[in-house]
């Protein structure tokens, strides 16, 4: 009984959907159509300076700093003892990679903000629906959509280039 009221429900429930849309509704619904796009996050961070040079200085950064700290507590599991000055030097070497990793991770929500704004003004230009990341690393798209990556990053560029402009 159970499996026939949820087959019943499972063919009622559409046909009522269908049925409740108006005439005016309905013509309204085919004549809509969904403008999907996507933008390819992997390429546009490659591409944009801004980001590529803020991503490189951080690599440099973190992996001295992680140099650093690996070196020191190599030398201090060689000590038979370890010194409070040791141990406060090495404290200090972990809470600037610590700090470092808290400051990239700001940036990065800086950046992630500036893409969304930028991408934004893209949309609403072209009048998208709906925009989706098809990044290499992590595909969503296996046809169709539009691709803004350009836009975007020609977008990000041109407003970098406006705010170098004016802080001459």
């Not at 300076?49 to 803020?54: I, Q």
């Not at 409070?84 to 610590?98: A, C, V």
Request: charged share 35%; with cysteine.
């Amino acid at each position: 009984m159970k499996k026939a009221a949820a087959v019943l429900f499972l063919i009622v429930m559409p046909l009522l959907f269908c049925f409740s849309c108006s005439g005016e509704k309905t013509a309204d619904l085919d004549r809509k159509t969904l403008v999907v796009a996507y933008i390819n996050t992997d390429e546009l961070l490659i591409k944009w300076e801004k980001y590529r040079y803020l991503g490189d200085e951080y690599i440099k950064q973190r992996d001295k700093l992680a140099r650093d700290l690996k070196d020191k507590n190599k030398a201090l599991a060689e000590k038979t003892s370890i010194s409070d000055e040791d141990k406060k030097s090495f404290m200090i070497l972990r809470n600037q990679y610590n700090e470092l990793i808290s400051q990239w991770a700001a940036k990065k929500r800086t950046i992630v903000e500036e893409i969304r704004s930028v991408a934004s003004e893209v949309i609403e230009a072209k009048n998208i629906d709906v925009v989706l990341d098809n990044c290499e690393s992590s595909p969503v798209i296996e046809y169709g959509g539009t691709d803004i990556t350009l836009d975007v990053l020609a977008k990000l560029k041109e407003k970098s280039d406006m705010a170098a402009g004016s802080a001459k």
